[in-house]
Nanobody
Framework: QVQLVESGGGLVQTGGSLRLSCAAS???????MAWFRQAPGHKRELVAD???????NYADSVKGRFTISRENAKNLVYLQMNSLKPEDTAVYYC?????????WGQGTQVTVSS
């Protein structure tokens, strides 16, 4: 069983930065982890993911601006978001996969003002 808690969201101006954190209750060092986001009226979409050994993948819309990372010893996953745009406004969710089971956090709101 894995419980995930996101933090770090907030209101920021266009061009600003935020760092989201995802804290896991259990050990995550073997788990692939990811950040998703969902804007009002839109489907939840993958933002970035990271394998247990640190390989990363990004949505085209955030490449070059966002960085996903992990600290396995602390059971933490981060999403550094730079050069934020109004279209990045969404609830951001952390997800971990253990075997065939997905675990999700409750989400953290990110709002980018123009």
């Amino acid at each position: 069983q894995v419980q995930l808690v996101e933090s770090g969201g907030g209101l920021v101006q266009t061009g600003g930065s935020l760092r989201l954190s995802c804290a896991a209750s259990g050990t995550i060092f073997r788990l692939p982890m990811a950040w998703f986001r969902q804007a009002p009226g839109h489907k939840r979409e993958l933002v970035a993911d990271i394998t247990s050994d640190g390989k990363t993948n990004y949505a085209d819309s955030v490449k070059g601006r966002f960085t996903i990372s992990r600290e396995n010893a602390k059971n933490l996953v981060y999403l550094q978001m730079n050069s934020l745009k109004p279209e990045d406004t969404a609830v951001y969710y952390c997800r971990g996969v253990l075997s065939t089971t997905e675990y999700w956090g409750q989400g953290t709101q990110v709002t980018v003002s123009s």
